[in-house]
């Protein structure tokens, strides 16, 4: 069962511009929500989170931002930049514990 | 650097042996999580484990694979009489109760 689905699995962006990648979810439940960054050959890093009490978060250029209603997420980049390419993957979970589950992930390349 | 330990960090096995991958989380985590990566896809939930239990093992096969967390020493994951199939990047994270996943650097394993 897939419950978290990003849907997009490669997007392309000028260095410089807004790089917006895209999550959906399925189980109610999730409360927790966190992007990872992904390189070849390593493991994913943290990048960012929010929970549900929120609706944005922001970190520098990475702005994270919630639509429960949706059960919809996403992670703008702005300004992209060429080391801002990898594969970046959404997570979900709940604040209470339990295993977190991951979309498909998105290549991002942003072309300089 | 106490991050979460993989290792091996490449293992080749031939069909019909056994691998077995051991992760060390990091210090102070309780939680353990297994995540597979098959080629060209995302990372796909495989168990999630506390200390001596195994609190989530829906993303296991059914067959052949197990995971534990003893009292002491790293989890292991164990896959017998691999097949071709498994060939894919392991990755362990770890975490404290509710918090984001730290990954380790991944398994690859190849089934020749």
């Known amino acids: 069962d897939q419950q978290v689905k990003q849907n997009s699995p490669s997007l392309s962006v000028q260095e410089g511009r807004i790089s917006i990648l895209n999550c959906d979810y399925t189980n109610s439940m999730f409360d927790y929500f966190l992007w990872y960054k992904k390189y070849p050959a390593e493991g994913p890093t943290f990048l960012i989170s929010i929970s549900s009490i929120k609706d944005k978060n922001e970190d520098g250029r990475f702005t994270v931002f919630l639509n429960k209603s949706a059960k919809h997420l996403s992670l703008h980049i702005v300004p992209s930049q060429p080391g801002d390419s990898a594969v970046y993957f959404c997570?979900?979970?709940?604040?209470?514990?339990?295993?977190?589950?991951f979309g498909a992930g998105t290549r991002l390349t942003v072309k300089p | 650097n106490a991050g979460v330990m993989q290792n091996p960090r490449h293992l080749v096995r031939r069909r019909g042996q056994e691998a077995r991958l051991r992760c060390s989380p990091m210090?102070?985590?309780?939680?353990v999580y297994w995540y597979r990566q098959l080629p060209e896809e995302g990372l796909k939930f495989m168990v999630y484990l506390q200390k001596e239990n195994i609190i989530d093992e829906s993303g296991m096969p059914k067959e052949r694979f197990s995971a534990e967390f003893p009292k002491e020493g790293p989890s292991i994951l164990r896959i017998q009489q691999v097949v071709r199939g498994d060939s894919a990047a392991y990755f362990c994270a770890s975490s404290s109760m509710g918090g984001e996943l730290f990954f380790g650097e991944g398994s690859r394993l190849t089934v020749l």
């Open positions: 997570a979900a979970n709940r604040v209470s514990g339990g295993d977190m589950r």
């Open positions: 210090k102070g985590h309780s939680h």
